[in-house]
């Protein structure tokens, strides 16, 4: 029982953390991200695997994929957060646990960043604590 292996999911131009509009989402990297959770996860026992990807249609893959193979999934959806049905499709269909993360606060953004289509089919969202949400959402889904 409990969580032994952990997806750790990045929609679009998410790959170009670090340099890009590091107003919002600061100077940290992708790859600092996934050290950083994998290390955290490391040492509870837990394994991380991570993919980045661009196509909505590589994340719902990789969603539906992760039915029985993954205890839990840390999603970045990106923009497809704002628009993609069917990865809120995905995460109910893969019946892994998903806590949904942003950077930002996306409440205090741009008004079409005020509704998640995905957020209603995740066990929780965490937004606005830039790259440390990240940790915040691995420790809600190891506590839960
Ligand atoms: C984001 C917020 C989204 O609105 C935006 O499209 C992103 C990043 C965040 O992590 O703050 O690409 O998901």
Do not use: W
């Amino acid at each position: 029982m409990g969580m032994k292996k952990i997806l750790l999911l990045n929609g679009p131009s998410l790959g170009l953390l670090g340099t890009r509009e590091p107003k919002i989402y600061g100077s940290t990297t992708l790859a600092d991200i996934v050290g950083m959770v994998r290390r955290a996860a490391a040492a509870k026992g837990v394994t991380v695997d991570a993919f980045q990807s661009d196509v909505e249609g590589e994340l719902v893959a990789a969603v539906v994929k992760a039915k029985g193979a993954y205890d839990g999934i840390i999603l970045n959806p990106a923009a497809y957060t704002h628009e993609s049905v069917a990865l809120h499709d995905a995460i109910l269909a893969s019946e892994v646990p998903t806590v949904e993360i942003h950077i930002s606060n996306v409440y205090a953004r741009e008004g079409y960043r005020h509704a998640s289509l995905t957020a209603s089919a995740c066990v929780g969202q965490i937004c606005g604590f830039g790259p440390k949400g990240y940790l915040l959402a691995l420790t809600a889904l190891l506590e839960r």
